[in-house]
């Protein structure tokens, strides 16, 4: 398998998620004053290399596709740029990054008492579609199963042109046909984790936006986003979401902190522990990491003989996670130049240059 062979399967589900590109304005560098909770430190009282740390973010304003850049160590925001007419204020759509947020609040759910376990049958929250003709492949698909892409749910190119017509988006899916047993193969599919947003809603009563607003986004002091919807309402659980980097940041330190924010159990660090260990494992390498992995709608693997844990969005939105250093790295690109792979291949091309290595001697 090629270790590019997931980024080509998932350009495709742009076809209905996506939006029109425009140009882009010529490189520039705005560096902003820390508000909005974020500390500043020097990267040196971090352990964190100056020199390396300045080519990278050189390296980044070469860059005519990259919007942010982010890099927060031990809890303190070390280093951020804004590039190509982006800014702190701006929101940016993180693609599949929306992904690794539903399944927060998944975790939530069950926390709650809203949804019993991961290995629930999906088929309790769609009755409508429980009748004699339902595939009965299709009553084993579980929660699990959307969590980890191995649903058997098709690929978002396979069933795009569907989805783009469908007044029913949860209708469609649970009527499509499965590419395999489910739990039996790996399959990304955007429209796999949708119905995960079809549940969180079923479940709780409320939308998806209010619930992750009430029980994710305020305790984290995040005060604007934007999600969009499926023409019944129901936020797009495998993409749209818009947010501004330093809250994806914030989405990410949780992660590092296992769930817990200014004394708020705000995930359940059980939760953190079982998406970000590895459910799936593939041969090749992926975005840049060995030992590459799936999660809960999480990527796993190493680099730099780091343990890695990526929240990734079609063309370069990226949230990665180094536990063992309590480093994080944040980027925003445009997703629209290369078709994406692009933007999705620099990241760990400057992980693996210049960032990880900053790791080593702080002088």
Known sequence: MNKWHFIVLLMAWIAVFGSSSGSLPQVSQNPTVITSGWTRSGPEEQGLNPKLLNKAFQEAAKNPYIYSLLVVKNGYLVRESYFNGSDVSAWDLVYSVTKSVTSALVGIAIEEG?????????????????????????????IRHLLTMQSGIDTDDNLGEIMSRAPDMAAAIMESDLCFVPGTDFLYSSYGTHLLSVIITRATGTTTREYAREKLFTPLGIRSFFWETDPNGIAFGGGRLHLAARDMARFGQLYLQRGLWKRRQVIPAGWIDQSLRNHRSFQDEWGGMKDAGYGFCWWTGRIHDHKAYAAWGHGGQWIWLFPEQNLMVVSTMNAYIGDGVKPTQFMPSLLSRFLLPALGKSK
């Open 114 to 142: 809203y949804i019993d376990s991961v290995d629930q049958r999906i088929i309790d929250y769609f009755p409508e579609h429980d009748t004699p003709e339902l595939d009965s492949e299709k009553r084993k698909i579980t």
